[in-house]
């Protein structure tokens, strides 16, 4: 069964400065992977994916993720960060036999410091 | 507008009411997932529909769940009687592939509280 870890419930950063989330996976296949964002009563955007090819990817909003299978790991990033970057973010995990459920993690609150 | 809407946006129940809340999902989608979000949690699947047929509902957590989707298009998420527990916000997300994992767009979801 797929499930995803994310270690950090809650973080702050300073506006303009560069951002980190962490994202690890389990699955025993190849894993599509995503990064979605909530703001506060809003539903979930996508800001990216993963599916094959290069592994590095580039989303919306000038957010970037990069695949390592060696770690299962798959990290977001963005090397500046505006006060509209926060929100609730969530790593996902999906599988592409059987029913096509996303399996999410628990989520990381980004606070941004003006 | 062309995103999934979902009806109504907020719902309050007394314990052991019936509810039911509407997905609309974007025209011409084949899939459509609900999903549960308890406060500070990520979002938890309940069922997916490809069309009309409910092929995955083993993420409902109780037979007080019921789900369908009957012209393969709107859906309604029924919950009979319901419980405190069941305090959480609905989200219905639709895709446009039935063969194939593909981006899942969500709606605002329903925030559903049981006092």
């Known amino acids: 069964a797929q499930s995803v870890t994310q270690p950090d419930i809650h973080i702050t950063v300073s506006e303009g400065a560069s951002l980190e989330l962490r994202c690890n996976y389990s699955?025993?296949?190849?894993?599509?992977l995503f990064w979605y964002v909530q703001s506060p009563g809003q539903g979930l955007q996508l800001l990216l994916k993963y599916f094959s090819g290069d592994t590095l990817v580039q989303g919306i909003k000038g957010f970037e993720a990069e695949f390592k299978r060696s770690q299962s790991s798959f990290n977001l990033r963005k090397p500046s960060v505006h006060w509209s970057d926060a929100a609730e973010y969530f790593c996902?995990?999906?599988?592409?036999?059987?029913?096509?459920?996303?399996?999410f993690g628990q989520g990381t609150r980004l606070t941004i410091n003006p | 507008g062309a995103g999934v809407s979902q009806s109504p946006r907020y719902k309050v129940a007394k314990r052991g009411q019936d509810v039911a809340l509407r997905c609309d999902p974007i025209s011409g989608h084949v899939s459509l997932f609900w999903y549960q979000q308890a406060l500070g949690q990520g979002p938890e699947f309940l069922t997916y529909?490809?069309?009309?047929?409910?092929?995955?509902k083993s993420g409902l957590p109780s037979d007080r769940f019921f789900a369908e989707r009957p012209e393969g298009s709107v859906s309604t998420l029924k919950i009979q009687r319901t419980q405190q527990e069941d305090s959480a916000v609905y989200l219905c997300?639709?895709?446009?592939?039935?063969?194939?994992?593909?981006?899942?767009?969500f709606g605002p979801g329903t925030r559903l509280t049981v006092l």
């Open positions: 997300a639709s895709s446009l592939s039935g063969s194939r994992i593909s981006e899942q767009f």
């Open positions: 529909f490809q069309n009309e047929a409910q092929l995955d």
């Open positions: 996902a995990v999906g599988a592409d036999q059987g029913a096509q459920k996303l399996v």
């Open positions: 699955y025993g296949a190849t894993p599509y």
